[in-house]
Nanobody, 125 residues
Framework: QVQLVESGGGLVQAGGSLRLSCLTS????????MGWFRQAPGKEREFVATISNSGGTTYYTDSVKGRFTISRDNAKNTVYLQMNSLKPEETAVYYC??????????????????WGKGTLVTVSS
């Protein structure tokens, strides 16, 4: 069993930055591709970013390219999401995800093996 615990959410003004962290339990962290999804009020959960188990490959949804950076530290069992130039429409609960897969593209919602409980990011205008 793998447990994911997100942190780092909060209230930020438009144009500001936040860094989310996701601490993963267990000794198998380095075999999982990790990712971030988000769900805004009244909307479906959507893919944001993912990183391969080695950290060598990343994918982003188009709307965050150049502003968000996903990274991981396998020694600390942690994946990060650095978010810059945040926009009010990016207000959402951000979820960490783990997927035992060879990463060939964005993570698919239905393929995720484990989810965190989410952390709320609120971007004020």
């Amino acid at each position: 069993q793998v447990q994911l615990v997100e942190s780092g959410g909060g209230l930020v003004q438009a144009g500001g930055s936040l860094r989310l962290s996701c601490l993963t339990s267990g000794r198998m962290f380095s075999v999982y591709a990790m990712g971030w999804f988000r769900q805004a009020p009244g909307k479906e959960r959507e893919f944001v970013a993912t990183i391969s188990n080695s950290g060598g490959t990343t994918y982003y949804t188009d709307s965050v390219k150049g502003r968000f950076t996903i990274s991981r530290d396998n020694a600390k069992n942690t994946v990060y999401l650095q978010m810059n130039s945040l926009k009010p429409e990016e207000t959402a609960v951000y979820y960490c995800a783990a997927d035992w897969t060879v990463l060939t593209g964005p993570l698919d919602l239905s393929g995720v093996d484990y989810w965190g409980k989410g952390t709320l990011v609120t971007v004020s205008s």
